[in-house]
């Protein structure tokens, strides 16, 4: 295999895969080792990822974004009413192994439900979760529990706790336990059996429990192929369309060098002809783009930009969905188990965790900050109080599907938020993110060459108020346990609702030791106006953006059929999280790999290579 700058490759490919992301490397990897006969070329916008320090150490995904980073590429959505006037930002993967390589190693999987809606009511035989459960076993191998049922015993990716229990996470369970007790809170749960609602558990890492390794496609499927002259992986191209013969038929794609990495590289269009197919796995913002600047797309959007359409498919680009985050910081006490110090490319920090992961793989290294939480589905009194916005949805979505969770909850052993909006010292903040939302946006291109030119990108972010209420509902839920571990110090100000301060919600900014808590904070109507307020001004893109090529009937919208075909042309298909024709329950890592493995499985059975 060569991973290579600008030279050399070849003119002829069998198969191309444009963008070298989670997906891409699944198939890459799967189908190389099967037939290393296939010449096989995956097309990448960003640098490699070999060996390096900053991909490899789990606790180190938030180097990826800070500003500048080179691994990531932000995408600003237009300003929006919903947001408070804001423009939400969303960093996603640009590098080998895309969003594999720079995600927070959080393992959590869909429910079966999820599946098996794309299979009943969006018509994709062979993607329920009967057909996908084997796959998502197939990729892993499970150090938390061995034996669980439903995980893999074999797989290339490693599943584990991680190499330390932290206490940040301890106490939440316990809080939980004592707040929460109308669900279960246990340790030996499993909370992503596709089926555990409302228990709130241990949450599994892809990190290796005896190397503290982060589990990313390249390292894993990838780079293990090395010995294969015939796989080649070309770094810093962006892949500008698909070329087509008269019978619409892919013949390969045209290229340019990512000038950010190859700044002095030529200009030139570059061709590369694809014998046999052509696949556009650059992701939920990059393959709506490859399709609509190779003439396939809906007919205003192209036209706006100047390109000639070839096929109208107006599904292109649109249905854009994510999950709905906040983070809300509490002060810990000095002795809270937290990633802060790495988090924050502190070097001091990074060199005192590096010394415990080298040696053994262990400690906070070979962490993520999240060692419990719960997909949750509400009580009969807390849909209550969700009220009449949400009751629809209830109704509709999810009562008829008892393994569906509404929201994950969980406790970070970290601040997440801007370091110096805040008193300095150790934090560590609550999670919840809303799992189905109703709002859908969209991405398109504005350039009809310039891969590299800002979207017109609509997040949809909470336009429809059945998915603000839950948020509304967490943000107090996740309050009342924050306060209740032994660790809280305070609430700091900056980064929590503005409460008056004579409200009896009003925030304890600062205590010296810990305090007893037994009283729930009451709210009036002065209050959920400043928690909606900062809903509004903080909620954020969970990173898991799908759905803007999606598998579905063509005139229901879709893109691609459920073997992964554009729609009115032949040898192209789309694979990776663009195709999800509906969300997931999950963290959307585990999906990715699915529908890589998945996708591999199709293309060895259309070229006939056995052994995937
Ligand atoms: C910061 C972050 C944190 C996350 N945390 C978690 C987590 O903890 N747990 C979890 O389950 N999931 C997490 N995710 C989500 C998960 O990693 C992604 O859903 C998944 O990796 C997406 O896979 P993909 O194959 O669809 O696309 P990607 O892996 O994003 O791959 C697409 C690739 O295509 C490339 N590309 C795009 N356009 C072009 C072009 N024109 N030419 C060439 N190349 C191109 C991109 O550079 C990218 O490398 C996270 C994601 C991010 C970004």
Redesign the pocket.
């Known amino acids: 295999m060569s991973t290579v700058e600008t030279k050399p490759y070849r003119d002829e490919y069998d198969i191309i895969l ?7 490397g699944v198939i890459a990897g799967r189908l190389a080792a099967a037939d290393p006969s296939l010449r096989i070329l995956m ?4 640098p490699p990822t070999r060996d390096m320090l900053t991909h490899t150490q789990p606790a180190r ?1 938030l180097h ?2 800070m500003p500048g980073s080179t691994t ?2 932000f995408h600003a959505s237009a300003p929006s009413d919903a947001l408070g006037g804001r423009s939400l930002v969303v ?10 390589s ?7 999987r869909a429910v079966r439900s999820d599946y098996d809606d794309w299979e009943t009511e969006f018509g994709n035989a062979g993607w329920g979760s009967a057909d996908l459960l084997p796959l998502l076993r197939k990729t892993e191998t499970y150090q938390a529990q061995p034996g669980a049922p439903t995980h893999g015993t074999a797989g290339p990716l490693k599943v584990s706790y991680g190499g330390l229990y932290t206490n940040v996470g301890k106490e939440f369970l316990e809080a939980a336990r004592k707040f929460d007790t109308g669900r279960e809170a246990r340790e030996s749960a499993d909370p992503n059996d596709l089926k555990t609602v409302n228990v709130y558990g241990r949450w599994q890492k ?1 990190i290796d429990a005896e190397k503290g390794t982060r589990s990313d496609v390249p390292h894993h499927f990838v780079y293990p192929n090395e010995h294969n002259e015939n796989l080649t992986v070309l770094t810093a ?4 369309r698909v070329t087509f013969d008269e019978h619409n038929r892919a013949t390969g794609v045209e ?1 340019v060098w990512n000038p950010r990495f190859l700044p002095d590289a030529d200009r030139q269009v570059h061709k590369v002809t694809a014998t046999r197919l052509v696949v556009a ?6 393959s709506p ?2 399709l609509e600047r190779s003439g396939i797309g809906r007919k205003d959007v192209l036209e706006r930009v100047g390109i000639a359409q070839r096929v109208d498919l107006p599904g292109v680009g649109e249905g854009y969905q994510d999950h709905n985050v906040l983070f809300v910081p509490y002060m810990a006490a000095p002795e809270a188990e937290t990633i802060d110090g790495i988090a924050q490319n502190d070097t001091d920090a990074i060199s005192a965790a590096s010394g415990e992961w080298f040696k053994n793989g262990k400690g906070l290294m070979a962490h ?1 900050s999240i060692d419990i939480g719960v997909k949750m589905r509400p009580l009969p009194a807390e849909l209550e109080a969700f009220g009449e916005p949400f009751r629809k949805r209830w109704e509709q979505y999810y009562a008829p599907k008892p393994d569906k969770p509404v929201m994950w909850m969980g406790a970070l052993a970290m601040l997440v938020g801007d370091p110096s909006a805040v008193p300095q010292g150790k934090y560590y903040s609550m999670g919840y993110y809303t799992e189905h939302p109703v709002a859908r946006g969209h991405v398109h291109v504005t350039d009809a060459n310039d ?1 590299a030119a800002p979207l017109d990108f609509d997040s949809g972010y909470l336009k429809d108020d059945a998915d603000l209420v839950p948020l509304l509902w967490a943000y107090k839920h996740t309050r009342e346990m924050a306060r209740r571990m032994p660790l809280f110090r305070g609430e700091p100000a900056a980064l929590h609702p503005r409460f008056a301060a004579d409200s009896a919600a009003r925030l304890i900014e600062r205590v010296e030791g810990p305090v007893v808590i037994e009283e729930r904070i009451e709210y009036g109507d002065e209050d959920e106006k400043a928690i909606e307020a900062y809903t509004r001004e903080r909620v954020t893109t969970a ?4 759905g803007t090529c999606a598998m579905k009937p063509r005139e229901q919208g879709g893109v691609v059929d459920s073997k992964l075909n554009v729609y009115g042309v032949s040898g192209l298909k789309v694979i ?3 195709i999800c024709p509906g969300n997931v329950a ?7 790999l699915v ?2 493995e998945k996708g591999a499985l199709i293309i060895a059975e259309e070229l006939g290579v056995s052994g995937v």
Request: contains cysteine; proline residues 2%; glycine residues 18%.
């Open positions: 444009a963008g070298g992301g989670t997906a891409a097309l990448e916008a960003g995904f990826h974004l990531v590429r960093p996603c993967g640009q590098c080998v192994g895309g969003g594999s720079v995600n927070f190693t959080m393992y959590t892809w191209v962006h892949v500008q290229f796995s650059a992701g939920t913002f990059g783009g490859i993520n891969v990173w898991h953006a799908l990776d999280m663009s999950a963290n959307t890592y585990s999906t990715a529908v890589g």
